[in-house]
Each structure stands twice: as structure tokens, then as C-alpha cells.
């Protein structure tokens, strides 16, 4: 089986973990404690000091680090757990229900906020130890920050539906470095803190970008409970009607015409590649049979290489490559010198826990390749998505690999 690093194509969706933990510090109740907690670390420009504020800023960073690497790490741990729950279309509806409810939260219907006890209690803390401020930083998670619970509680779910512990566990890693990286910087050059944009409406913007992710997210689980077929249209319905609600449906109170020109801007490429999902959605997919073993032993028996697919409706990743790499002409070609067979885990049954032992698949999607011999060749497993070209180079070395 590959090695987490030997799959490049983890990069981009670690760093978009990195860019969510990121721009977590600027939600509204999170922002504005920024100078509040910095204050632990303490003020000077005595080189000695600062190298003592860094340390203790450190501290509190290792604490962020360790509470989400774990909440990740333990989350994907239950992953065969969480999929069997998402067999069930009432637990696809009650999550899709669910993360909506969250997401009224980053419209101000309601608004969650760290009791005030909380707050006068870290701004008395200027003298807490290295220990103290390692726990502190443990108690930034979701529930010590309330305006990051709703994302932080849609990204585990994304997470988990993946089955795998070890991107569970670097996923959260990495976005923990997102989240404690600002309070490093700036609790080792507490100068940076004067420099730092002033609170103001800025802040309610990026909480309802949040707001609309999550919406986007609820839609997918809910499309999923009452057709499959409709999750396809989630994201490009939502980078449309959510970039023009952003771009310029947001309450007025912005007097900052940059702003406005930035947000008008993001507002309008996300209605460009709106429409450009919708006119690029695949008009055609792959055909696959139903998986049975007496199907593998005949293509081996006719020096025929085998695709096997296990795909479950839940599967936010299947979906993923279903449009983006299943679609593509090239891929295809290439899989039409294949036998191709799915193993839809949709609905757990004895039948498809077999398959799954068969072939040591522990999280979705998954997909083996095996040659004409009906071997599986090292190195050529998809685990997760997969970007066309690269998928081409495995489906070449496994045709390589098998008599013409």
C-alpha cells in the first residue's frame, strides 16, 4: 500500500485544511480575542524575553497542535464506524439537518459566545506557565471557541468519511498550524499586533463565507438522502447563488471601498466557476458491472487487466472522482481495456465486508487495479482522489504490465 507521502495528490487538500484552520482566526468572536490572548505570552523587545515569549507562545501552539491532531486522528479511527451509520438515509438526512442547523449560526441567526467568566479569567492569566498555556491551547477547540465549532464539526465529518487514520490525523495537523500559527507570530513579535486590520463588518463577511460552505455541505448530505444523483449539482448551485450572495447580497455596513471591490470580485469568480461546473458537468460516466469474483477469475483467465471500484453514495472523495477523473475522455479510453467493476458499499452487507477483507480496503474511495494475471501490482492503489494524468500513468503501468 502506498505511504501517505508518496501520494502527492494529498498536497492541495492539505493545504486547503491549512487555509481553513487559517482564516479561522477571523471569525468574529476568535479575531478580536487575538490581543487578549497574545497577552499571555508577554511584551518586550529584551532579547532574552522575547525568546521566553516565543517559548510560551509555543506552548500554547503544541496544545492546538495536540487537540486536533487527536481529534482527527481518533474521528478516522471510527471511520468504518461512521460509514456504516451513513449507509442509513435517515442519518444522512438527520446530519444534513444537522450541519444546516450549524450553519444558521454563521448567518447570525443565533450566535454562540465564550461565556464572559471565560474571557476575565485568560485576561488575568498575563502570568501562566508553560504547562498552563499548553492546556489553554488544548481548550481552543471547539468548544472553547464557539464561532469555529460549525466548521471545525463540517470539516471532521469530511474527514472521517475518508476512513484513513493517517490523512485523518495530517489533515488536522495541518490545520491546526493554520489556526496556532498567527498566535506564534505574533506572541513572538508582539509589535506585529499594531499592525493588525481593526475588527469591523470584514469580520461578518468571512463568517458567512464559512456560513455558505456549510450550507453547501448540508445540501450534499440532504441530495444524498433523497437522491444520489442530485449531490452532483451541490457545488456548482452553491459557488453560484453563494459567490452572488457574498459578491453583493452581504448586509450593507461596508465603508471600505477595497473591501467592497475584493468581495465583489470573489463574489464574481465564484459565479464564473458556478457556471462553468454546470457546462462542463459530464454528460456521460463510465459503465461498471457489479463486483463478483467469478468475474475477476475470468478476466484473468483471458489475460484481461481488472479495475475494481469501492464507491459508496456517502463518499463525498467518490463523488469527486466520479466527475472529475471517471469523466475525463482520456481516462475513459484507457479504462476500456480494463474490466471494470464496482463495489458499491453504499448498503453494508456480509457480501461486501468479504470483498473489503479480500482486498485490505479500509476507507472510500478505494480503487484496485490488477494486472492480466489477476495480480495486483505494489504501488499502483488509489487511495482517494487521484488527478486524471496521474491516474493515466497507473492505468498505463498496469496495461504494461499485462500480455497484449
Known sequence: ????????????????????????????????????????????????????????????????????????????????????????RWVLL????????????????????????????????????????????????????????????????IAVSSGDPVFGFWSFFVLSLGLGLPYLILGTFAGLLRKLPRSGQWLVWVERVFGVILMGLSFFYLALAANAALSKWVVPLTLLVGGAYLGFFVEDGFKNR???RFKGAVGILCVLIGLSLFVKAPKSGLDWEPYEIRKVEAA?????????????????????????????????????????????????SPQVREVLERYDVFGLPTIVFLNGQGQELKGTRVIGYLPPEKFLKITQRVLGQSPP
Open 300 to 348: 484473468a483467465a483471458a489475460q484481461t487487466p481488472v479495475i475494481i471500484d469501492f464507491y459508496a453514495d456517502w463518499c463525498i472523495t467518490c463523488h469527486e472522482i466520479e466527475a472529475g477523473v471517471f469523466s475525463d475522455p482520456e481516462v475513459q479510453e484507457a479504462l476500456s481495456h480494463f474490466v471494470r467493476l464496482r463495489v458499491d458499499n453504499t448498503t453494508d
Open 258 to 260: 477595497m473591501f467592497v
Open 1 to 88: 500500500m502506498d505511504t501517505f507521502f508518496s501520494r502527492l495528490d494529498q498536497i492541495f487538500p492539505l493545504l486547503g485544511y491549512f487555509l481553513i484552520g487559517l482564516t479561522l482566526n477571523l471569525t468574529p468572536c476568535v479575531y478580536p480575542m487575538m490581543t487578549v490572548t497574545v497577552s499571555l505570552f508577554g511584551r518586550t523587545q529584551d532579547k532574552e524575553k522575547t525568546a521566553r515569549s516565543f517559548l510560551k507562545a509555543l506552548s500554547y501552539f503544541s496544545g492546538i497542535i495536540f487537540m486536533y491532531s487527536a481529534l482527527g486522528l481518533f474521528a478516522t479511527m471510527t471511520g468504518t464506524l461512521f460509514g456504516s451509520f451513513l449507509q442509513n
Open 94 to 157: 438527520a446530519l444534513g439537518i444537522f450541519i444546516l442547523i450549524l450553519a444558521l449560526s454563521m448567518f447570525g441567526l443565533y450566535q454562540l459566545r465564550v461565556p464572559a467568566a471565560w474571557l476575565n479569567r485568560l485576561g488575568a492569566r498575563r502570568g501562566a506557565g508553560y504547562l498552563g498555556l499548553f492546556f489553554s491551547g488544548i481548550l481552543v477547540g471547539v468548544f472553547a471557541a464557539p464561532c469555529i465549532g460549525p466548521p471545525i464539526a463540517a470539516v471532521l465529518s
